[in-house]
């Protein structure tokens, strides 16, 4: 089971952290990544953490943003910085057991939470 946190309201180009906890061991075990989705658009990837440690980014938040998963404290984070109102969505953490040749791409990912509001206003 996956729980997001930390979603909320802010200006553009400030930051934000958000947070995954899980209720097992999936962050150690699983491949995990960030999803969000925008009104009228289609859910994306935003950032992935797969089994193997590598680390991949959607070309939109690269530089920006940050994935980081925390074994000890069973916690996927997405830090947030340089904020844009086009980064307003709702985010979503997913895990998925074993490597993903295409972390950015939702279909592998089996267990999702049920999302975090992110509203970034100019």
């Known amino acids: 089971q996956l729980l997001e946190l930390r979603g909320g309201s802010l200006e553009s180009g400030g930051s934000l952290r958000l947070s995954c906890l899980a209720s097992d061991d999936t962050v150690r075990r699983y491949g995990m990544a960030w999803f969000r989705h925008a009104p009228g658009k289609v859910r994306g990837g935003v950032a992935a953490?797969?089994?193997?440690?590598?680390?991949t980014y959607a070309e939109s938040v690269k530089g920006r943003f940050t994935i980081t998963p925390d074994n000890a404290k069973k916690t996927l984070y997405l830090q947030m910085d340089s904020l844009k109102p086009e980064d307003t969505a709702r985010y979503y953490c997913?895990?998925?057991?074993?490597?993903?040749?295409?972390?950015?791409?939702?279909?592998?990912?089996?267990?999702w939470g049920q999302g975090t509001q992110v509203t970034v206003s100019s």
């Open positions: 997913a895990a998925q057991p074993g490597w993903c040749p295409y972390p950015l791409i939702e279909r592998d990912y089996n267990s």
């Open positions: 953490s797969n089994n193997d440690n590598s680390r």
